[in-house]
């Protein structure tokens, strides 16, 4: 069965809250980590809410299972649930992103998710990444009408580098949407899309790209 090869050098994962980007992609950076080069960044701490404050450590923790370096991995201070009253603000920093690392793909949220934070990531993620593919993931608990047009086959071992790094969010451990069940349930249900074990599922918010001329040798 073949797949569609997709190259990227670059890789950009943005989140708005703690969470977010291992919830939505976790088993793909696990998958990918070491292999190419990736950024993760997040827009918000977390700090504003007095019972959150142990959030950064246990994020640094969960990219760390992932397979990050901590240069790798940055956290933004925008205080969460105000990201639309600061979105130009949220702009001029994903611009900053976009001199500093370049990403040829940028995974953020997707237009689905009805969080004011999640969906003013994604609208500023579109207008500052305009020349550059964009992806968008899904986070369970806040998305309606969620459905999976690009389809990345994961394997097993990346799916359980995954569920430990959720683990690492003991803040999070009696959310229904940290279930290792659901987690798993919802990476078969991906994979059963594509004919594939397991998947991670996203939509398509931009795709550029080019066709080539395959080598007559593996025609």
Same mark, same amino acid.
Do not use: W
């Given at each position: 069965?073949?797949?569609?090869?997709?190259?990227?050098?670059?890789?950009?994962?943005?989140?708005?809250?703690?969470?977010?980007?291992?919830?939505?992609?976790?088993?793909?950076?696990?998958?990918?980590?070491?292999?190419?080069?990736?950024?993760?960044?997040?827009?918000?701490?977390?700090?504003h809410?007095?019972?959150?404050?142990?959030?950064?450590?246990?994020?640094?923790?969960?990219?760390?299972?992932?397979?990050?370096?901590?240069?790798? %991995?940055?956290? *933004?201070?925008?205080?969460?649930?105000?990201?639309?009253?600061?979105?130009?603000?949220? @702009?001029?920093?994903?611009?900053? @992103? *976009?001199?500093?690392?370049d990403p040829?793909? %940028?995974?953020v949220?997707?237009?689905?998710?009805?969080?004011?934070?999640?969906?003013?990531?994604?609208?500023?993620?579109?207008?500052?990444?305009?020349?550059? $593919?964009?992806?968008?993931?899904? %986070?369970?608990?806040?998305?309606?009408?969620?459905?999976?047009?690009?389809?990345?086959?994961?394997?097993?071992?990346?799916?359980?580098?995954?569920?430990?790094? @959720?683990?690492?969010? $003991?803040?999070?451990?009696?959310?229904?949407?940290?279930?290792? =069940?659901?987690t798993?349930?919802?990476?078969?249900?991906?994979?059963?899309?594509?004919?594939? =074990?397991?998947?991670?599922?996203?939509?398509? @918010?931009?795709?550029?790209?080019?066709?080539?001329?395959?080598?007559?040798?593996?025609?």
């Amino acid at each position: 069965m073949s797949e569609m090869l997709f190259h990227g050098k670059r890789i950009l994962f943005l989140g708005a809250h703690p969470d977010d980007i291992e919830l939505g992609c976790g088993a793909l950076i696990a998958e990918l980590a070491g292999k190419t080069e990736l950024l993760a960044v997040t827009i918000s701490d977390n700090h504003h809410n007095s019972s959150l404050h142990s959030l950064p450590d246990q994020h640094a923790a969960a990219m760390a299972t992932l397979g990050l370096q901590p240069d790798q %991995v940055r956290l *933004l201070t925008f205080e969460t649930r105000r990201f639309p009253q600061f979105r130009q603000e949220i @702009l001029e920093a994903m611009i900053q @992103l *976009l001199k500093e690392f370049d990403p040829e793909i %940028v995974f953020v949220h997707s237009p689905a998710d009805l969080h004011q934070d999640h969906k003013t990531t994604t609208e500023e993620a579109l207008r500052a990444y305009r020349g550059r $593919t964009v992806l968008g993931f899904d %986070v369970i608990r806040s998305s309606y009408g969620f459905f999976p047009t690009f389809l990345i086959p994961v394997s097993e071992e990346a799916l359980t580098k995954k569920l430990n790094a @959720l683990a690492c969010y $003991t803040t999070y451990r009696d959310k229904y949407y940290f279930d290792p =069940k659901l987690t798993r349930a919802t990476l078969i249900r991906n994979g059963a899309l594509c004919e594939r =074990k397991l998947a991670e599922g996203f939509d398509i @918010l931009r795709m550029v790209a080019s066709f080539g001329e395959l080598n007559q040798d593996n025609k």
